[in-house]
């Protein structure tokens, strides 16, 4: 029992996820690491709590795809429920150059 315990615990603990912050359409946002493709909100649908302090990350670094909408590389602190793959939370965010992702060969390309 213990040992379920911690491991859910260590489940939901914040850790620092890089890699390719997608946003392509209003309300839809992921970001993609080395591990798996994330989930911070679906339009009309699930919204991970703290998704609105996002920066704006539109001002650089930023590739347009659709009007405004694109992708870009973050780091962001947010708990996330492996299960689902979805951000329980999003604690906070701080944008990297698009170099950092592109040089990261073991990121998917957007």
């Known amino acids: 029992m213990i040992?379920?315990?911690l491991l859910a615990a260590a489940a939901d603990a914040p850790a620092k996820r890089c890699?390719?912050?997608?946003n392509p359409t209003p309300?839809?946002?992921w970001i993609t690491d080395r591990a798996s493709?994330?989930?911070?909100?679906?339009?009309?649908?699930?919204q991970?709590?703290?998704l609105d302090t996002l920066p704006d990350l539109?001002?650089?670094?930023w590739v347009r795809t659709n009007g405004s909408y694109?992708?870009?590389?973050?780091?962001?602190?947010?708990?996330?429920?492996r299960r689902s793959k979805r951000v329980t939370r999003v604690l906070s965010?701080?944008?990297r150059p698009l170099k950092a992702c592109r040089a990261d060969r073991r990121l998917a390309k957007p």
């Open 3 to 5: 040992a379920l315990l």
């Open 70 to 81: 694109g992708y870009g590389c973050a780091c962001l602190m947010m708990q996330v429920d």
């Open 19 to 22: 890699g390719w912050i997608t």
């Open 27 to 29: 309300g839809n946002w």
């Open 93 to 95: 965010a701080q944008q």
């Open 58 to 61: 539109t001002e650089r670094d």
């Open 48 to 50: 991970a709590p703290g």
């Open 37 to 46: 493709e994330w989930l911070l909100g679906a339009q009309g649908g699930y």
